[in-house]
């Protein structure tokens, strides 16, 4: 009898091209099971079970593993405690935490047709997941250097796709699949390799045509320069099958990295596009210049200027009426990608819609001139004409720079610098002071920081209802942020009321 296994592990394992220690480990396993159900039935033991290559023979044995006194049975069936093991099995050794009790079982028969049955569904089991992982190594091995792959669709599963792939099955979920396409069993597909999972039970590859990364790994198949270390990705962002942007930087400045991408009457570009179901694929600078860099982002649109706030992370971009639409885009399509692309948040404006914010921002900037300095609308105007904004600017800019501006007499610009300097010793005492009357939760909200606060604090706005009651507008005019951030920082605000 312990031959005859043996000869049929052999046979076993010549038939399904796999290793002869795989087959004998499903033999074990099936024995192991059959013990349980014989001599065990409705519990949870641990049976182990080796058979000897050589002889066929076979050891069964039931263990226990050894837990903490202090911990109790998780699992009765196949723990024993510290003190119990070390008492009924001293002859085993010393009994430690994370050791097995074993005790042998002899006489045992598994024999007769269901140890037949269930021995032939734990092998065949066992001998599909060793089939599937040596056909999973084998296509690793195969495509270890590539990032694309190409099959054939082999079946629709719930609606997803399952992709043949040489020996092995790959699944391409619809949620990574371009909206538009419609595949059919037969239709020949590329995709990005996304992940492989070596568990699963079902398809162990998952392939996308979605991800930022099939776009650039095209475009590494079509630009034989960026191989070539000409040409750099820095960047892509995609609405699938809709229009992406790719951000390229050179390398070697004898190329245009523009038209090196493009191709000759596009045609890199359009095989690209081709590929992924039309999508209309940007292809911009890159640039290590953030306002440079969103210029380019925003293309096609042509824009005016760009007022950036580094503190927010955020650009505003001025654009004239006929460029507007361009540059934000069908339902805010571009300036999305392009502050995905970039990383900035980004905020479109006409050239009307600039200015009234403008005219906004300069009267608040000399109301406060006039009530900080004690000057009239007049000779605030004058300084805000001349770039001259702050408390900061009057007080500290170097006197000579100042009075090159031919404003003041110098008596009179002392006098004004020594008001500055008082205003800004007086507006942070009383900024300490509002802060320790505010409210913590104010204090500690998201997007708050210790300028803001003090703004609002010196404003009467001192606790979290005080904020939530603000409108976005009144905030905006209280501290002058953008409008978006006010928003945002409104919403938290208004959390708390559930």
């Known amino acids: 009898m312990n031959r005859e296994l043996l000869e049929i592990v052999e046979a076993l394992a010549h038939e399904k091209n796999v290793d002869e220690s795989i087959v004998l480990s499903a033999l074990e396993s099936a024995i192991a099971s059959a013990v349980k159900k014989a001599d065990f039935p409705g519990t949870d033991v641990d049976i182990q079970v080796r058979v000897d290559p050589e002889t066929g023979e076979q050891k069964v044995w039931r263990q226990w593993l050894v837990v903490p006194d202090d911990q109790g049975l998780q699992a009765p069936d ?23 009790v074993k005790e042998e079982l002899k006489d045992v028969k598994v ?3 269901r140890f037949a049955t269930d021995a032939k569904q734990v092998i065949l089991q066992k001998l599909r997941e060793a089939e599937r992982n040596q056909l999973l190594n084998e296509f690793l091995q195969q495509y270890k250097n590539l990032k694309i792959v190409t099959g054939q669709v082999k079946r629709m599963d719930r609606g997803d796709a399952i992709i043949e792939i040489g020996r092995v099955d790959a699944r391409l979920p619809r949620s990574e699949m371009i909206p538009a396409e419609n595949l059919r069993i037969g239709d020949r597909v590329r995709a990005y390799l996304l992940k492989v999972d070596p568990t699963s039970r079902q398809q162990q590859i998952t392939l996308s045509r979605t991800c930022n990364e099939f776009l650039i790994e095209l475009f590494k198949q079509v630009v034989p320069e960026i191989d070539e270390g000409l040409l750099e990705i820095k960047g892509a962002v995609r609405d699938p099958g809709e ?13 245009d990295p523009l038209g090196t991408c493009i191709g000759v009457r596009g045609c890199r570009v359009q095989s690209v596009s081709q ?3 039309g999508e209309r694929v940007d292809i911009i600078q890159w640039s290590d210049q953030p306002a440079e860099y969103v210029m380019s982002a925003l293309q096609p649109a042509a824009v005016s200027s760009i007022i950036v706030h580094e503190d927010e992370k955020l650009m505003e971009v001025i654009t004239d009426s006929e460029n507007l639409g361009k540059a934000i885009g069908a339902n805010g399509q571009n300036v999305r990608l392009a502050s995905e692309l970039t990383g900035w948040d980004i905020k479109i404006m006409d050239d009307e819609e600039a200015a009234e914010k403008r005219e906004a921002e300069q009267g608040r900037l000399k109301q406060e001139l006039v009530n900080k300095l004690d000057i009239d609308d007049e000779v605030a105007q004058v300084l805000l004409d001349n770039g001259i904004e702050t408390l900061e600017e009057i007080a500290y800019l170097p006197e000579e720079e100042l009075m090159s501006l031919g404003l003041f007499e110098e008596e009179d ?12 010793i007086t507006q942070a005492i009383e900024a300490k002071e509002v802060l320790k009357q505010m409210d913590k939760a104010l204090l500690e909200l998201e997007g708050m920081d210790e300028e803001l606060a003090s703004k609002l604090g010196l404003r009467g706005i001192k606790t979290l209802d005080d904020l939530a009651d603000l409108s976005t507008g009144e905030l905006v005019d209280l501290t002058g942020l953008d409008e978006e951030r006010a928003a945002q920082i409104i919403m938290k605000a208004r959390e708390h009321w559930g």
């Open 78 to 100: 196949r723990e024993i405690l510290q003190w119990e093991a070390q008492e009924d099995y001293s002859d085993q050794g010393e009994m430690n935490v994370g050791d097995y």
């Open 243 to 255: 229009r992406a942007k790719l951000a390229v930087q050179v390398k070697d400045k004898r190329i």
């Open 275 to 277: 590929e992924l179901y």
């Open 111 to 113: 024999t007769g047709r």
């Open 413 to 424: 610009l002392q006098e004004l610098r020594s008001r500055a300097r008082t205003g800004l």
